[in-house]
């Protein structure tokens, strides 16, 4: 008796960000054939690092976080065996402070669930006790109760009569650090999937993750993961157009003039890559050119000395957002502790304005608001900058734009499409491309059994 072997199918996975890396993943564990390709030289898209040539330092192509929440984002990096290095039983506070010399410190691990969050918000110092009352209300009005459909943040707040120091103070930096956008576009909605999932999501999903290593590292075991369960990465191609038989999609065809054919295609790519391989008259094409983007900025300041600050700082009345002491955060080389003591990293969210100005400028204004804010940086000499404008970071979802998200199913047969800008319900971050990744690989399962 002879046992037939049954071939496996084959999916096409284009783009290596981190939805792609998802799609791939969970491609793999459905039974598919994966083949990645990616026409950088690198996986991880805008969630990668590289190594200072000077320094010596890892750095990210931008500081980015996780929350205990992002259930996708974890169970990627579980099947690549880094979830660990998301130190996930090792949250972290965010400390506040301004240059007037004003500190708090959110702390919400020290009770389990919403219950640390209440408790967080509460020891607040820097709002009065009906402030503290006032946003917690509003808090769980937001997560729990109707869904703010067309409105703004700034109308939700305005509506909830929030005081401007309680906006400026606490809703501005959740939401330049969530939804990377100002909170007169932010779409409402967002805000509440965010407050369901982090602040009242039970368990450890407030935990806030920095990564210990740099982003790429995260991503690093994927090729021979793949390559383990008979799966490919191609790094350096691109593909140039999708193949198609009748109207369905069977492979694309590369930069470099071969034709990959399959089953299915993910598409895991920004909007303007997906409009390139649809061409202009599609649906899902006039969807995708829609969307605005929205800049991060990332300054990587290094001084002669360690600085006394805490590990992540919220600022206040600053145009520099958040800083990282990344002497503190991540592994580094005694060498390049020898030669550069002090390593910070500052962040500039929903930065149109910011992004424009040379790089000098930006790290003198970053070097001076972090001065301002800590006196004890003060005797500290700055001697190394980089700036980093990630110009295209998200797209810009507004409540004018947020209908347009696609789903992982493509107008066209046998296209499947993923990134953070899809419909996943979240926020452009790293779970919402993860998540995406994962449903446009199991709708391709599901539609190849």
């Known amino acids: 008796m002879h046992t037939v072997k049954t071939r496996k199918q084959r ?11 998802a799609a791939a993943v969970e491609a793999t564990l459905q039974g598919m054939e994966v083949v990645l390709i990616e026409a950088r030289r690198y996986l991880g898209g805008r969630a990668r690092s590289f190594r200072d040539d000077t320094s010596g330092d890892v750095l990210d192509n931008g500081q980015h976080v996780a929350m205990g929440c992002y259930a996708a984002l974890r169970y990627v990096l579980r099947q690549l065996g880094t979830e660990h290095l998301l130190g996930p039983d090792d949250p972290v506070p965010i400390v506040f402070a301004s240059a007037g010399n004003e500190r708090d410190r959110f702390d919400p691990y020290r009770l389990p669930g919403a219950a640390g969050v209440i408790a967080g918000v509460l020891r607040l110092r820097s709002f009065s006790l009906a402030e503290r009352l006032r946003l917690l209300q509003r808090g769980v009005l937001a997560a729990f109760g109707p869904r703010p459909e067309g409105k703004t943040v700034a109308a939700l707040l305005e ?3 929030q005081p401007q120091t309680v906006i400026e103070r606490f809703w501005e930096p ?3 650090a969530t939804l990377n956008a100002p909170i007169e576009s932010a779409d ?4 509440r999937a965010v407050l369901r999932r982090a602040f009242f999501g039970g368990g450890k999903s407030h935990y806030l993750l920095v990564p210990r290593v740099g982003l790429s590292e995260l991503w690093e075991p994927l090729p021979a993961w793949l390559a383990g369960r008979g799966g490919q990465v191609q790094l350096g191609l691109q593909a140039v157009e999708l193949l198609r038989v009748g109207d369905r999609v069977i492979g694309v065809a590369t930069d470099d003039g071969e034709e990959i054919r399959g089953n299915a295609v993910i598409a895991a790519v920004p909007p303007k890559a997906l409009l390139r391989l649809l061409g202009p008259e599609s649906d899902a094409a006039r969807a995708a050119a829609a969307f605005e983007t929205m800049p991060i900025v990332s300054v990587y300041l290094w001084y002669d000395r360690p600085l006394d600050i ?5 600022l206040w009345g600053t145009t520099s957002q958040w800083v990282f002491d990344r002497d503190r955060l991540i592994e580094r080389s005694d060498d390049s502790r020898r030669q550069f003591p002090g390593h910070v990293e500052v962040t500039i969210s929903a930065a149109r304005h910011v992004a424009t100005q040379p790089a000098e400028t930006i790290a003198a204004l970053a070097d001076r608001e972090l001065r301002a804010v800590f006196p004890s940086v003060e005797p500290a000499q700055l001697l190394r900058w980089r700036v980093i404008k990630e110009r295209a970071a998200t797209v810009l979802l507004t409540p004018k734009t947020i209908s347009l998200r696609l789903t992982p199913h493509g107008s066209i047969a046998g296209l499947f499409v993923a990134g953070d800008w899809t419909a996943t319900g979240l926020p452009a971050t790293l779970e919402s491309a993860a998540a995406s990744g994962i449903a446009a690989a199991r709708a391709a399962a599901r539609l190849h059994r």
């Open 11 to 21: 999916c096409i996975v284009v783009g290596g960000g981190v939805a792609g890396i």
């Open 159 to 161: 509506r909830w009569k």
């Open 174 to 176: 959740l939401v330049l």
């Open 188 to 191: 409402a909605t967002l805000l």
């Open 310 to 314: 805490p590990p992540v700082v919220g």
